[in-house]
T-cell receptor
């Protein structure tokens, strides 16, 4: 699996958009970008994934650059409950299993 | 609540003792994973089951560690002769094998092990 690089920490004001970047310059053509987050004292939670098109769900939006070497997770209106560690993971998508390879992630602090 | 449960939530033991953790996945999920997480780090993969078969073990899983999933439902992770370095959060996740579509993993709340 390709390696990802994320900033160790970010701050965001409540109600504003949180934009979390991720670099994955060695991503291969059949690897997807996945985002998970981990709120303190809980297990990781799936947020969203994508291959090359931008994706949106009820939690977030994922913007992947045209060359696929980087992506941005967008939380459109951050709340205090979005304070968590966010992990960007690149992995093969298939019907078969894939273990998740977590980095250190980005610690997002949402403040009032 | 993701539907994945783990017991106990906390375990304090003395060095050299054996401990066993249990994971109950979402009932229809045929895949089960164990991860370990130390303070300030992301989770690290330990092992994976498809139904009752253990298909992959990480090099992190020393011979003091053993995992089972006897009937393809719940799983146990045992650590023998615990060491202080085993202190960590042990996370279980499950997923459903599907030919198409997302096979996201659903994580339990974890078991926090402290070895004194």
């Amino acid at each position: 699996d390709a390696k990802t690089t994320q900033p160790p920490s970010m701050d965001c004001a409540e109600g504003r958009a949180a934009n979390l970047p991720c670099n994955h310059s060695t991503i291969s053509g059949n690897e997807y970008v996945y985002w998970y987050r981990q709120i303190h004292s809980q297990g990781p939670q799936y947020i969203i994934h994508g291959l090359k098109n931008n994706e949106t769900n009820e939690m977030a939006s994922l913007i992947i650059t045209e060359d696929r070497k980087s992506s941005t997770l967008i939380l459109p209106h951050a709340t205090l409950r979005d304070t968590a560690v966010y992990y960007c993971i690149v992995r093969l998508f298939s019907g078969g299993y894939n273990k998740l390879i977590f980095g250190a992630g980005t610690r997002l602090a949402v403040h009032p | 609540d993701t539907g994945v449960s783990q017991n106990p939530r906390h375990k304090i033991t003395k060095r050299g003792q054996n401990v066993t953790f249990r994971c109950d996945p979402i009932s229809e999920h045929n895949r089960l994973y164990w991860y370990r997480q130390t303070l300030g780090q992301g989770p690290e993969f330990l092992t994976y089951f498809q139904n009752e078969a253990q298909l992959e073990k990480s090099r992190l899983l020393s011979d003091r560690f053993s995992a089972e999933r006897p009937k393809g439902s719940f799983s146990t992770l045992e650590i023998q002769r615990t060491e202080q370095g085993d202190s960590a959060m042990y996370l279980c996740a499950s997923s459903l094998a599907r030919g198409q579509g997302n096979n996201e993993q659903f994580f339990g709340p974890g078991t926090r092990l402290t070895v004194l």
